[in-house]
């Protein structure tokens, strides 16, 4: 094998890209990361993993990474809602897989996987933007490092370069997007005084707005509001600030937080609505992480179904020599898991994000049928997509069944 030539070559060394490397290289796999980024910054990204990602990133061995990178538990969950009394609830005693959530500032973990990848003996190459594909019997992957154009050759190619993939026209695969509706907006703050122990989400339904704050170490906060795109702002950069924080006040943000706050960061907004490909693997190129599919970060889903869709690969390419069989069963079932939670939030949008009449009707009726019998809600965004959507599970959800 050359020095240009490789197992695998990951296009992102983001969540996705760094956590693959390192548990492929760790079973011997040889592996060439490529990474546009020379130095990670805060891009407004994911940092609270929800319960069930956590048990993810135990199972594919990257929790100690995570940890040793400064993640941290936080235990609670409160949700208020038209400005009325939290609904608290402990995760740990009440998720499926028994694990509180987890936050870190996103670009300490990023640093820290790509280090475990090199560790474990990945190649590792930053400030190198993958500029295209040309498919075969052996992938060329055609890249600039340096201002220097390089090629180097894989048996698979795996697309992990985020949300805007190149990686996906290259390979040929189509992309779908549900109707864009809302705009997510984040920035850190430091000094912020909502309690370190709990998760908030603050929401109006009038208004469609929706506030959550996640405590990080050190008095930092990651605050994160969602609104809709018919307002037509997309908020970014300091003149924003403080329509930031009056719209999450407005949401039901104590405003007390936010006195003696700072932002630590920069403030930016995302369209949020999902994007996904159908089947993310063909003729050699598999995808995974927010390239594969992104739901709205509203929903807190992305982290966790980066680190599923690692460890469903890593564990296709192991027990199977023939990676072509390998990217194929990891397609199909990235497929049902990815259907499971883009439904899940398409009927929770419906539920919680639309305005009007119908849709107040809606949630009174249906939020009375939940406290009779809360077996009707669905724990997906906390515990996992490993349940049944039919149509018997949307009618019970719906109280279409009363
Ligand atoms: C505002 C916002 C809030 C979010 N909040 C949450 C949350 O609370 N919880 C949650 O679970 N998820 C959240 N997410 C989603 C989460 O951040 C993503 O799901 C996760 O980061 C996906 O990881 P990834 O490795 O697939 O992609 P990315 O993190 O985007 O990494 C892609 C990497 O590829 C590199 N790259 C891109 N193109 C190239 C190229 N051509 N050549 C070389 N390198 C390239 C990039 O530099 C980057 O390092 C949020 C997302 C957003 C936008």
Redesign the pocket.
Known sequence: MSSTDFDIIT???????ASLAKVMAEHGAQVLV????TK?KDR???????SW?VNEAKELGVYSNLRDAGGWDVEFLEVSLEAGKPVRRQLRSTTNPSEPRFNFY?PDI?ESLLQAASDAGAVIQRG???RHLRLGDSHVVV?TVAGVEKEFTARLVVG????Y??ARGWGGFQVSENPESTF?A?LLFQGMTAPDDTTHNFRIFEKSLNALL?PQRSGMVRA?LCYPMAWGEQLSADKDIRRFINWSVEAGTPKGYFEGAVPAGPLAS?KSASTWVEHPYRGGVAL????AG?TD?MW???????LRDVRVLRDHLLGERDWAKSGHAYAEEHDRYFTVCNTVQAWHERLLVETGQEANALRARVFQLWQLDPTRRLDTFASGPDHPIDESVRRRFFGEDW
């Open positions: 296009i992102g060394g983001g969540l996705g890209g490529l990474e546009s980024e990670f407004v990204r994911g940092e609270a993993m929800v990602g996103h990023q190198a933007r993958v890249a992990a370069d985020g949300r993939s190149r997510c984040g996640f994160y995302f995974i992480g927010d390239a992104a970060p807190g889903q992305g982290l966790s179904l980066t």
